[in-house]
């Protein structure tokens, strides 16, 4: 079954304590990318890859960061989380760009 | 960037009766229009698009139209049931860009 997913569903963090969100595909795709959702602003683009060893910022990059060491895998990392990083996050992977994204079932984050 | 607004943030309507959600666009390099359904507790799934070098885009009871002129897209969904209950996005993506963005999503309510 063609799918993404990331791991874990949901995480309590503190503030300052490094985290990493996992992200993998199984369709091959090259391109995959990480989203956040919050109330009222819809689904924001943080990071993306075009392939292996290829990333770039998306729209609201500051306090992340990837890596895409493998094809299928590209995890999310926050090393010094915040409050403000709170937030329903979603990795996702296409064929191209302007193919359809696959979503993962999402991240539930929440920095106390 | 692109800005996409859309409109309305929530939508209730009886069952059978027809929904429409509207997008607008700031760039007219747009030419990705893709909607996209999420379910509570899921990632977001595809459920239709379009390209800008076609007017209008019908799967069964879903249909999309473009007008590019006016810049803007809308949803059309015929006979809705309770199953069509969900959160709905647009987006849009410019030509040659890697970045998707997205509206603030609308939430329909199907009433049985």
């Known amino acids: 079954e063609a799918q993404v997913t990331q791991n874990p569903r949901y995480l309590i963090t503190v503030t300052g304590k490094k985290l990493t969100v996992t992200c993998s595909q199984n369709?091959?795709?090259?391109?995959m990318s990480w989203y956040r959702q919050d109330p009222g602003l819809g689904l924001r683009q943080i990071y993306y890859?075009?392939?292996?060893?290829?990333?770039d910022k998306g729209d609201v990059p500051e306090g992340y960061k990837v890596s895409r060491k493998e094809k299928r895998n590209f995890p999310l990392i926050l090393e010094s989380p915040s409050p403000n990083q709170t937030s329903l996050y979603f990795c996702a992977s296409n064929y191209r760009p302007n193919t359809e994204a696959f979503f993962g079932q999402g991240t539930r984050l929440t920095v106390v | 960037g692109e800005n996409v607004e859309q409109h309305p943030s929530t939508l209730s309507v009886q069952e059978g009766d027809s929904a429409v959600i509207k997008c607008t666009y700031s760039d007219s390099a747009s030419n990705y229009f893709p909607w996209y359904k999420q379910e509570l507790g899921k990632g977001p799934q595809l459920i239709i698009d379009i390209r800008s070098n076609v007017g209008e885009k019908k799967d069964q009871r879903i249909a999309v139209t473009l007008n590019k002129t006016a810049k803007h897209f809308s949803l059309h969904i015929t006979e809705t049931q309770p199953e069509d209950s969900a959160v709905y996005f647009c987006a849009a993506r410019r030509t040659g860009a890697n970045n998707l963005f997205f509206g603030t999503g609308t939430r329909l309510t199907v009433i049985p």
């Open positions: 890859s075009m392939n292996v060893e290829v990333t």
């Open positions: 369709m091959n795709h090259e391109y």
